[in-house]
Structure formats: C-alpha cells, structure tokens
C-alpha cells in the first residue's frame, strides 16, 4: 500500500457566526472571524489517495487526474467564493475548517475509485490545518 | 546601512470590482475576483527599514518595536476585515496588492523615525506580491 | 474524528551532554551539539487535537483557546530559554528535541479537555522532527 | 514509542514511458512526463523512525547517523543520476515516486537496527509526494 | 512606481557539460552536473514588473494576463523539457540557471508593454537562485 | 550582469545584552533576548554575487565553490557556537543579526575574486532578517 497527496488550492471569503446567538456571544466564541463583513484565505488542500502501485504505470493513481478531479469537484466550486454565501453545502453548515473539510472528502469520495481515498488535509493558514479520514 | 525587514500577517476579504464598469467588462478584467459576495487572502507584509546600527544594542531598529508599530497601524485596522467595506482608506481606492502596498507605506511612514522606511512588500499568494519603495 | 493542528514556535538554547561521560565519548556521540558553550534552535511545535466538530461552531476545539494553552503551559516556559539551565522539566532529562516532545505532551495532556491530544510534532530544524502521540 | 525524521534531497532526471505502449499510449497516459529526451526534479525524502529514546542521549536514533545511511544508501546512488538509465533496481522498474519510495524503504531498512523504520515519503514536487510505511 | 511579481515554475532535465572539454575537465568544473545521462531540478521562475498602477484596476500589470504571457512563451517552452535537446535558444548556450535566465528575460520582453519588465528570478534548488535585471 | 545567490545555514545561540547597563535597561529594550542564560537561532544565510557568466560555463561563479568559500569562512566558525563567547569577531561586538550579517560580508569579501560580492542576506527568524551590501 502506498499513500499518494496531490496539493491545490483555492481562495475564499468565509465568517464564523451562530444567527441565532447574540453578536456579544459571537464575538466571544469567534472573536475577529465573527466579523459580518467577511474575512478570507488562501486555503491548501492536501489529497491523500492509497492503493497498491499499478504494473506498468508504477502509479497509485495518475497524479493528473486526481488533481482534475479535485480541481472540478472541489476548487471550480470553492475558489474566489464566499463559504457562506455561494456554495450549497446540501445542509446548513458552519463553514470551519473541519466542516469544509468533511464536505470535500464526501464529495471527493463519489469520484474515487480505482484507489482509496484516505485523507483530506485542509489548511487555513500556516498556523491551522485540518485533517480528515472519513 | 544595514537593511532590516519584519514580517507580519493579516487575513482579510475583497473583491475587485469598477462600479462605473458593466459586469461583463468586471468579469473580463478581474474574471473571479470579481465575485460581489467578496474572497480572500492570507496576506504576508513585509516591512524594510534601513540604517546605520546603534553602537550599544547593535540594532538599526528594535524589531519588537517596528512589530508594534506594523501592528499598531496596519494589522489591527487590516486583519479579518473586508477591504472594500471595513477600511476607511482615505480616498476612494481599488483594494489591489499594489493600492493596499502603497497605502500602507504612508501609514508606516509616520511612525519609522529613527531609521527610514525602505520597502513594503505585499505578498497575496505564494504566486503573487508587490514592492514599494515610496 | 476529525484531527485539527495548530502551529506555535519557540527559540531556544541548548547542548547534548552526559556528565558523566569524557569529553571525547560526548562529542563522539554529540559531534558538535556537546559544544559546552550551548547552540540553539528556532523551534516549531505542531500540537494536534482529536474529536467531533460541535454542531455550532464547526470546531474540534476553538483553535485560538489551543494556541492560549500552549503559549501559556510551554511557550512561555520554553521561549527564548535555555533548556538545560532554565527548564525544571520535573525529572532529569537530556534535552533532546525526543525528551522535550514528551515534555511537551505530558504538559499539555493536563490542559486538553473537549478533546482529545492527538500529536505534538517539534521540529527543530527544516531536517529533524519528531513526533510523539502519547 | 517517538517517531524521529530526517530530511535529505537529491536532484535527478527520468521519464515515465512504457516501452511495450504505444507512443500515442505514453502520451495520453503519462502526458509530458513520457517525452524521450527527460526531464527532472529535486526530490525531498523524508525518512521516519520509531523507537524508545535512549535514556542517556534522548535520541530514538542519532540523527547524523541516520543522516549518513541516507547519504551513502540513497543519495549517493541518485542525486544528479538518471532513474531510468544510471540506477540498478535489481529489477525492471519504472521510475515512479511511488516506485521510488518503495525502493528506498527497502534500501534502508537493511541498515536500520537499532530502531525501526516507520515511513519513507518522497516528495517530488510542491504539489506531489508518496508515503509508504513498509 | 510598484513592482509587481508573479511566480510559475517548470521542471526540466539538463547537464552542464563543455563538448571541447575532456571528461576530466568537465567533471573536475561541473561535478555531478556533468553526468552525460542528465540530471533535473523543479525550476521556480519569479518575474518582476514595474509601472505606475492603472486608476481603474489599481494593476500595474494583470497578473493573470502576465501569468499568461510567462505560460505560453517560457513555460510551455521548457517544462518536462530537457534543456541541452529540446530548446532552440537561438544560439549556443551552456544551460545554466545564468544562462537560462538571460534567454527568460529576452523572451519575455519582447511581450511586456503596458509596464517595464523588471527582473527575472530563476531558481534552481532551494539553496540556488540567480537574478537578472536586463 | 547577473546575480547569483546561495543559501547555507548555522545553528547558534547569542543574547543580547549591554554590559555597562543595569539589568533592568536590559530587559527594557532587549526584552526575552536578554536573558543571561543564552538562547538560539536556525541562521538562514543568503550570499548573492555578481558578475557576467562565463562564457564555457555560464556560470557567474561556481555555485560549489562558492558554497565551499562560505562554509569554511562562516559556517565552520559560527556553527553550532556560541556568538557572544566562541567568536572573536576582531573587535568588540553585540551579535545582533545586523552585526553578523555586516562581519560575514567582511569575512567572504577577502574570498570573492572573479566576481563581486552583492549582499549578505541574514534569516534569524522566519519573521526577521536584514541584508547588508557593503
């Protein structure tokens, strides 16, 4: 078993807030990412797919594709976007770098499938990141 | 004279946007960073200032103190805000790397006077940055 | 589970030496880490937290309140010390960049209670770290 | 147990090309990675071991040494060669990162004994490593 | 005036290598760089321009538009190129990372007219960079 | 002309700490840096030369030797040393970055005969660093 990662990126606008909790309240848990006229990222995404190397290719999976289909299914949807705003999650959700996290690998996972998907690294800035294995 | 630079960081949301502009010429000449619900970046500041070393501390300056005053006057009124919406630029002002760069540097600029503010450099991503030298 | 990360730094002093080896055995095993005059390192510390994402705010754990527990249970210990003379680390210890990664842990496990301590990483240059998961 | 790693680079050139496809085949497959004349990269190699420290240094393992069995395992069989014509797999191998890695693991696990090796990752570009564990 | 750089890079394959020189010379100037089989680096190439920002944009040049121009006339050029074989330079040339950055700067002025090419920075390693202002 | 840069680096410890001032004067403008017991850096070291490339090699300098030339003259004296008690700077000197940066250009000075040598570059943190051109 091998363990492939394939980086990209994408910028986007985002803010922390709870609508049914007081601006006092949200300012307290969330503090400047409460702010209500948005804030952003430069977002990493770290890809991480495992399988045994192919015979001929000696790849797990051809690094191009998964970067394509990272780039359509995740970047074309995220990059230069507002999280809050622009992107249908399916479900409410609290735009975090563990929520977006979790919401790439679903999405990734439909579209995975002559390896394994085993890590979505999501980076917010150089001092957080996120990480998620299903 | 010995060039000293300080790094400091912010996040910040905006758009790039010509309101007197249809949103087609927006598009073609921003294309998605034209997006009106805004985007983000983690924004690196780099700040140069230039000097003869004090004899006793061996410092051309206190690079505590040139934090402070980056802090002071750029972070706080910058970091986790919108920079079409949050910031009282002075003057009506397109929120570009290069606008953002030159704006700061007459902000520091009042405040470096043991030594002589040399560059601001302002860098959007790991693929973009600006210089200013006054 | 998701698994979230956050970065601090600390720069410190430090030499590898037995006292109760010769100079020849230490700097044969040390090289020139023994130099009794100390060297040092800017240190990076990666501390990782484990758990489900709250339903409201979309974190693991407020990443702003773990970069408040280790800047107050280890940077501040640790920042700008020497850690063979400054440190009461408890026990006797070399102070290896293995030992204070255990140190670390054991500091901070006390402290981490929403979630669960996953990983502290210390890097110690950009060609050595360590990791230790308790 | 504490996991120790070690950084150390080489520079090679190869070409991902299968001599019993096609041209046409090699491109659609492998795209600019099959032109015949080569290209190259400077790979990263991160080499992880696992063991108690010693009570005596602190160390899993010294990192020079591990440093030097990198050095005269690997490095000194890649750096500046050609994977494709200069390298003695000891069998046939397309010179993948994947493959690669795997290579390398078991290079070096001959020469690991007084700790265990625990991951070999390959970097091959900012976009691109392999992880594998054995 | 503001300087504005945009960064792209490109991996390629090269030997540094004097046909009129013994293979004892060669190896005695050039090293390792001198193995007949090639070697190869992942090239980062940072390209400055310099003009006044546009009253509109707040540009002194698009980055996209300039990202564009380094793309067609030098990337797709020289990526997963082999530089001794597959590069018509236009005249004989010893591909070092001078060398190279020269034959940049030549290519690329030729297509910059809304502002003033600057520099070009080639990377070749991470410890290895040269800088050509025209 | 071209520009030629390499990096090499040295580990360190230092304070910085005024003699004929009281303690507390120390603490004042030194802060953490003053303490009597040492602390340390990773020094990242930037040496940039100029020159024309030559025309067999194109080399501006021999990148290796000019690696070796910083090596034997700086790394070998300041790694792994002690800055205010290992070196004799030839006269009495506060081991601020700015100090060193400005000893290491008169060090390599007297070594750089076929090209010129442009700046010294001198990282102490990721967040501060100074340049010095003679």
């Known amino acids: 078993m091998v363990y492939l990662t394939r980086r990209e990126h994408f910028n986007a606008a985002h803010k922390l807030f709870c609508e049914n909790w007081s601006e006092a309240k949200n300012e307290a848990v969330f503090g400047k990412c409460a702010n209500k006229n948005w804030h952003g990222h430069n977002y990493e995404l770290f890809v991480t797919v495992k399988g045994e190397p192919n015979i001929d290719t000696g790849f797990v999976m051809n690094a191009k594709e998964l970067s394509e289909i990272i780039q359509e299914n995740i970047c074309e949807r995220l990059d230069h976007m507002n999280l809050n705003l622009d ?32 890590c979505v690294k999501l980076q917010e800035t150089d001092n957080i990141f996120v990480e998620y294995f299903g």
């Open 87 to 118: 992107v249908d999650w399916g479900y409410e959700m609290q735009p975090s770098t563990e929520n977006v996290a979790i919401w790439i690998w679903k999405e990734l996972e439909k579209h995975i499938s002559e390896c394994k998907l085993h």
